[in-house]
């Protein structure tokens, strides 16, 4: 006998369609169908949700930027401030303001997910840090 490769071990057997019934009959068992799990969406709801994201990225961005712009003038180098402390409020305040803007472009902030609030947020502290950076050079 030779060796049976490990990979083909590990392969299921196809499902057999065909079952012996009393007296001989023969029976076809279909294998119980799977439920799509996926929601097929349509070209309409593709097109708003594609309109909504790009709106995200450049409400974002402009926030980002508005933020870096204030903080330089406010506290120039910032080396008298905790800079943990001005990440934490342009977090807080940008958070709010989204709140505050997204239903003016009819963007439903309360479908959003923590993984949409973590983007727009860090899209919003990269804009921050690049802007002051920039503008400190």
């Known amino acids: 006998m030779s060796k049976q490769n490990p990979k083909l071990k590990s392969r299921k057997e196809p499902v057999n369609t065909t079952e012996v019934i009393a007296e001989g009959s023969v029976a076809n068992v279909e294998p ?12 309409e709801e593709k097109q708003k949700e594609h309109r909504d994201g ?15 712009v204030l903080i330089f003038k406010l506290y120039g180098a910032g080396e008298d401030r905790i800079w943990y402390a001005v990440l934490m409020i342009i977090i807080a ?9 997204y239903p ?3 963007i439903d902030t309360k479908e959003f997910k923590a993984k949409d609030w973590f983007y727009v947020e860090f899209i919003i502290i990269d804009f921050f840090l690049v802007t002051w950076t920039l503008l400190l050079n």
């Open 54 to 68: 790009i709106i995200k990225t450049i409400v974002a961005s402009v926030l980002g930027i508005l933020a870096g």
């Open 104 to 106: 003016q472009f009819k």
């Open 32 to 43: 119980p169908e799977k439920k799509n799990l996926i929601k097929e969406r349509t070209p």
């Open 93 to 101: 305040l940008t958070y709010f303001i989204q709140k505050l803007i």
